[in-house]
T-cell receptor, first 114, second 112 residues
């Protein structure tokens, strides 16, 4: 079956701009989580969406937001970009959460803020 | 705040050697997962341990979950160059959500 698809794979943005990243989960999966990975902080949880509702949220500023559509595809948006937002953004999907389910990660979107 | 301390951060060994990676926390997790990540790719799940004291084996890899479900270890026997990569432990927060708390990761290099 098709895996988790993230687009775009690479992008460069300027400070102050905003960016939208997209994630298409595995067919039949309703839970989509987003993580930020940096060399200094490792992988940090951003938020999780399930059936179009945000079910859990990490400790990131309000500049980071997301949404999920009725087909379970998800987008995350970062507004007013800062240099520190440069990171690999990973999307993970599962059938309905962690319990008893395998979490599948996409290859990520590499964001560079200059 | 739930944290996972993973050690060592870096490990460079010769082919054929054994190694152990540790993951420790003061918090209890409902389950703990181990991932391997290759450069430019997302993490790939290796195993999930759920029960305190549980031991799972995956070929040359042995995973253990502590009795109190606060710590875990990954032991690799007779490491091979193909084992090179970033190994991550991740604890699942209680409740059926998609939130994982990740350790900092262990970068393993196995030299032929």
């Amino acid at each position: 079956k098709a895996g988790v698809t993230q687009t775009p794979r690479y992008l460069i943005k300027t400070r102050g701009q905003q960016v939208t990243l997209s994630c298409s989960p595995i067919s039949g999966h309703r839970s989509v989580s987003w993580y930020q990975q940096t060399p200094g902080q490792g992988l940090q949880f951003l938020f999780e969406y399930f059936s179009e509702t945000q079910r859990n949220k990490g400790n990131f500023p309000g500049r980071f937001s997301g949404r999920q559509f009725s087909n379970s595809r998800s987008e995350m948006n970062v507004s007013t970009l800062e240099l520190g937002d440069s990171a690999l953004y990973l999307c993970a999907s599962s059938r309905d959460g962690i319990s008893g389910n395998t979490i599948y990660f996409g290859e990520g979107s590499w964001l560079t803020v200059v | 705040t739930q944290l996972l301390e993973q050690s060592p951060q870096f490990l460079s060994i010769q082919e054929g050697e054994n190694l152990t990676v540790y993951c420790n926390s003061s918090s209890v997790f409902s389950s703990l997962q181990w991932y391997r990540q290759e450069p430019g790719e997302g993490p790939v799940l290796l195993v999930t341990v759920v029960t305190g004291g549980e031991v799972k084996k995956l070929k040359r890899l042995t995973f253990q979950f502590g009795d109190a479900r606060k710590d875990s270890s990954l032991h690799i026997t007779a490491a091979q160059p193909g084992d090179t990569g970033l190994y991550l432990c991740a604890g699942a927060v209680s409740g059926n959500t998609g939130k994982l708390i990740f350790g900092q990761g262990t970068t393993l290099q196995v030299k032929p």
